[in-house]
């Protein structure tokens, strides 16, 4: 028997009554009701009441090619028509799979040649981090099982995922992070009193990773993780020459590195892989949302050869037990091939352009009295909200910021990122215009203008 009455089957009803919402108050939702979307076309949505918004997040980090791709959507239709699923186990396969993981393996860093397809970024680093283990059990050390990542980075919110994220909202609740799953300090450039001297900041991480290490035990130390930029931390970008650092005391002691792409690949930064960009080659590699541009869902795990051989090696004529469902799906891999054709014919070179422009055009917002920190790379920024410049001081508590900025953003036509300390995050898919561009920053600072007359920002601001 069906539960619903016609008066409680409006959308809004049916969404508090049954959705449970990602990363949300349920209470606080129940209360707020939904906003749905209705359609989307380049880099802008529509919502159920007309109103049109350009869409300064890309989904969330990923609708990098933006909506409405003819050519993806023909793709998919076409491998549904042909072949809508494929095991990828006993020996079985299809061929967008193959062609996808032979083309990430011929774009990615030095010999990462070898890719395991997940459904997404969290169960992408979950299979790390039994790829991880497996491999330290090959070697002969099992010991080695702790971990390693970065304060306020995140690394997804599966069981294990969500221990090496470092933000407080997914391990309160949870009996997280595990034992063996250890943090050093965030580069934070804007509040790190290194700041002006970047060399010195990379020499305090460094030192500290070092410590860390030799406080664990380096042979008992599996892997390092870090995002070459910061996402949902609130897009912390490190100096230049950091990564690589980080990259090299790992090498040092046998450490495997770990480099979480989800965000920062497919154009995000600028090139297809932000590694390129810092000159590492990392030992495990995962990606997602640009993967597909969030049209379906498709995450994968990048190895090098140097891993994937070892744990071939190890297992032997065994299996190695780990596998998914829906581990390389034809239809997302059919939707992964004609999106990459899209960055290589002309995303990728238009983000950049228009990365600059956004760059340039959030710079501009730094004479504002609520703007203290302008930061990011390409298609990837932040702005952050201070009440006092010098002092560097948050927003209130008071003004929720997460939930009242994002709705006044809304109300002016622009959906942006609104992290709870204050900072807006943007990043626009790779097809927006130069007008696009600058409405993201016009709107943004009318959004600035309207918070400054709240009574709670005039009252610390007096």
């Avoid at 350009?54 to 791709?69: K, R, S």
């Avoid at 000159?279 to 498709?298: F, N, R």
């Avoid at 790379?377 to 201070?386: D, K, Q, S």
Wanted: proline content about 5%; hydrophobic content about 40%.
């Amino acid at each position: 028997m069906l539960k619903h009455t016609p008066l409680a089957n409006s959308l809004s009803e049916l969404d508090r009554r049954h959705l449970v919402h990602p990363v949300s108050s349920y209470r606080g939702h129940e209360a707020r009701g939904v906003r749905v979307l209705t359609s989307a076309k380049g880099a802008t949505v529509t919502d159920a009441e007309g109103r049109e918004l350009i869409d300064g997040f890309a989904g969330l980090w990923c609708v990098n090619a933006g909506y409405g791709q003819e050519s993806v959507i023909e793709a998919a239709t076409r491998q549904m028509r042909e072949l809508p699923y494929a095991t990828g186990y006993f020996d079985l396969g299809a061929e967008a799979p193959i062609r996808l993981a032979a083309a990430l393996a011929d774009r990615a860093p030095g010999d990462l040649n070898h890719v395991y397809f997940t459904l997404g970024g969290s169960d992408a680093v979950d299979s790390t981090i039994r790829f991880v283990r497996y491999y330290w059990h090959a070697q002969g050390q099992p010991q080695r099982d702790q971990f390693i990542s970065v304060a306020s980075g995140y690394h997804g919110s599966s069981s294990m995922g969500a221990g090496l994220t470092a933000l407080p909202i997914f391990h309160e609740g949870f009996g997280l992070p595990h034992e063996g799953q250890h943090k050093i300090a965030s580069h934070d450039l804007y509040r790190n009193p290194l700041a002006d001297d970047p060399q010195a900041v990379i020499d305090a991480s460094v030192a500290e990773l070092r410590a860390k290490i030799e406080t664990i035990g380096a042979e008992r130390v599996a892997a390092f993780y870090v995002e070459p930029i910061q996402g949902s931390g609130g897009v912390l970008v490190p100096p230049p020459g950091w990564i690589k650092a980080m990259r090299e005391v790992c090498t040092e002691h046998g450490i495997l590195f770990v480099a979480d792409e989800v965000i920062t690949a497919f154009g995000r930064t600028g090139p297809l892989f932000a590694c390129e960009d810092e000159g590492i080659v990392p030992d495990l590699m995962t990606v997602a949302k640009g993967l597909t541009s969030g049209y379906v869902p498709m995450g994968a795990v990048l190895m090098s050869d140097a891993v994937y051989d070892v744990i071939a090696d190890g297992a032997g004529a065994k299996a190695v037990g780990h596998g998914f469902t829906y581990s390389a799906h034809p239809v997302s891999a059919a939707v992964g091939l004609e999106v990459l054709a899209l960055y290589e014919g002309g995303l990728l070179e238009n983000g950049r352009a228009m990365g600059a422009r956004l760059q340039a055009g959030l710079q501009g917002l730094m004479d504002h009295p609520l703007v203290g920190d302008v930061r990011g790379r390409g298609m990837l920024a932040a702005v952050e909200l201070v009440t006092d410049k010098v002092a560097k001081t948050p927003v209130p508590a008071s003004l929720n910021a997460a939930t009242r900025l994002f709705d006044r953003a809304w109300d002016q036509g622009l959906v942006v990122r609104a992290f709870p300390q204050g900072v807006f995050g943007y990043a626009p898919p790779l097809c927006c215009t130069a007008a696009e561009i600058d409405a993201i920053v016009d709107r943004t600072r009318k959004v600035l203008d309207l918070t400054l007359e709240d009574p709670e920002i005039r009252e610390v601001m007096r």
